[in-house]
């Protein structure tokens, strides 16, 4: 390359570049660039979703960027020789980026964003699309917004998939002085991680969509309440919403249109339930993250007893594609009553882990082979949970079924926030069951007895299932269905509702793993070396 070029590299700021050492090798590529006095710019940029590769450094050359990865502090110097600022071949080559299949092959929609800018950059984010929905609903008013989002056909993406536009509806209707938008932001779900990568690589969306969210109800005031495991995620959305802010996005009179939008950051509690929307009000209240019985719905009294829309992360940050683009675009994607995309996530043990953006329809065969590349050890796979800790696991003769929210719930599973968690052929069954049963006795927020009781003697059940045979274990076996059905209908939420799912689901599909001898128990994990 001309010595007097600058060339630009980027390297992720992500967390789960960072954990893999991504801040070392962007100090060790911007020393070697000094030492050998060629002009490097080193930008931080999101995360593609590729975590196989991470590191992913990418460079921008006049064909575009070019992908070398996973990139280690000792690999930077042989780069340099290689002439990869040229975007020159190397053994971590991947050519150009947007032409890796597993990039590819997807449609993003929601992460159209999401690798190639600098998170903290309004420039950035505005050069590429950004604000252009909020532009349009300002332009359009309340009402208007309201109906777009309705068409679109957009769902609740964080597991319960209700209709966004009717829970908006609701609170646009209501009468009160002060209305509310809460971020439920509190992602804590086994493989899960797309809330993550939004906060920290592309804040700049969410705080969009929670602005139109606010233009279509008529709420002025906004909190995101994050995990509190996230603490870069809360960094980098804090200073987001300083600088969007300070720019006019936010505040007293958003983009000069005279109306109003706050939005402030709440750190979670630690605890799962609070992911629950009523136990994450309770919690930002100041009290402790216990389940409110409905009605009355939050979408009347909700946040301080008003009215208040709560979404997940994906649900407002897909908002802004819905108004730039336009209800129809956006609904054209997907199947039957499940619009749009869904950011799967591929976890546990798996090849090629990662995010996959897709219109709902593919299939989790699909995922595994086309996206996921099998396991990475090689093994076959056994059973793969979808929709988090209190997901289904999904045998494979049923991977073949449409990813969509109907055809899931048809077959005693969930689709839910996306988590996909695979397991291979030594994965334990029985243990998972037990590990369902035991997450929920530590997590329940105590308040209803199916929920609180069914869990704890749900562990006792599966012991004793495994201790006996013939007509005891029999009668077990009985009693666990049993108990599963009270927690199924008679919990106040979904933390007891949904465990039975994985516990039913490895008891109807793997019922040769309850018969096995009691080794003693450990933490089941989805990969054991």
Not at 45 to 65: D, H, I, Y
Not at 93 to 121: C, N, V, W
Request: aromatic fraction near 6%.
């Amino acid at each position: 390359m001309s010595a007097d070029r600058l060339t630009t590299v980027y390297v992720p700021c992500d967390s789960a570049a960072r954990a893999v050492g991504a801040d070392e090798v962007a100090a060790a590529i911007a020393a070697c660039a000094q030492a050998r006095g060629l002009p490097v710019r080193v930008v931080r940029n999101g995360s593609r979703g590729l975590f196989w590769l991470e590191p992913l450094v990418e460079v921008q050359t006049a064909q575009g960027r070019v992908a070398y990865g996973p990139v280690g502090v000792d690999d930077v110097p042989s780069l340099f020789d290689a002439g990869f600022l040229d975007g020159a071949t190397h053994p971590l080559g991947h050519g150009l980026t947007e032409e890796i299949p597993y990039l590819a092959k997807q449609e993003r929609l929601t992460f159209r964003r999401m690798g190639i800018t600098d998170p903290l950059s309004l420039e950035d984010y505005e050069a590429h699309d950004g604000w252009q929905g909020l532009r349009r609903a300002l332009q359009l008013g309340g009402e208007a917004v309201l109906a777009e989002v309705t068409e679109s056909g957009l769902r609740g993406r964080g597991g319960a998939a209700f209709p966004a536009g009717i829970k908006w509806k609701t609170v646009r209707q209501a009468t009160a002085a002060q209305k509310y938008v809460v971020c439920n932001a509190d992602e804590g779900d086994s493989g899960t991680f797309s809330d993550r990568m939004v906060m920290e690589g592309d804040p700049y969306m969410l705080i969009e969509g929670m602005a139109i969210a606010g233009i279509a109800v008529g709420a002025t005031q906004g909190v995101v309440y994050v995990r509190a495991e996230y603490p870069q995620a809360i960094g980098t959305l804090n200073e987001a919403i300083a600088r969007a802010t300070r720019a006019g996005w936010l505040g007293g009179d958003v983009a000069g249109s005279g109306q109003a939008f706050h939005l402030t950051v709440r750190k979670a509690a630690g605890a799962y339930v609070c992911g629950e929307e009523t136990a994450m009000l309770e919690s930002i209240e100041g009290r402790r993250g216990v389940v409110r019985a409905k009605p009355p719905l939050p979408a009347l009294a909700g946040l301080f007893g008003q009215p208040t829309v709560i979404n997940n992360v994906i649900t407002l940050a897909t908002v802004p594609v819905v108004l730039a683009r336009g209800a129809g675009f956006y609904r054209d994607f997907g199947v039957g009553r499940s619009h749009g995309t869904l950011p799967f996530q591929l976890a546990g043990n798996v090849r090629h882990g990662g995010l996959v953006e897709k219109a709902f329809g593919l299939t989790l065969r699909e995922l595994l082979s086309d996206f996921g590349g099998g396991t990475r050890n090689g093994r076959p796979i056994k059973a793969v949970q979808v929709g988090g800790p209190l997901g289904a696991y999904v045998p494979e003769h049923q991977w073949d079924v449409p990813l969509d929210y109907e055809a899931y719930a048809a077959m005693g599973a969930v689709v839910g926030h996306g988590g996909i968690v695979v397991h291979d052929d030594r994965a334990d069954m029985r243990r998972l069951a037990r590990y369902a049963m035991a997450f929920c006795a530590l997590e329940s927020c105590g308040k209803c007895t199916p929920c609180r009781i069914g869990s704890t003697r749900g562990v006792e059940v599966i012991d004793r299932i495994a201790r006996t045979d013939g007509a005891r274990r029999e009668q077990q076996v009985t009693l666990l269905r049993e108990l599963c059905d009270t927690m199924l209908h008679g919990s106040l939420c979904a933390m007891g509702g949904m465990t039975p799912y994985p516990v039913l689901s490895a008891l109807d599909h793997y019922p040769q793993d309850f018969l096995a001898p009691v080794a003693e128990d450990k933490p089941a994990s989805a990969e054991r070396a």
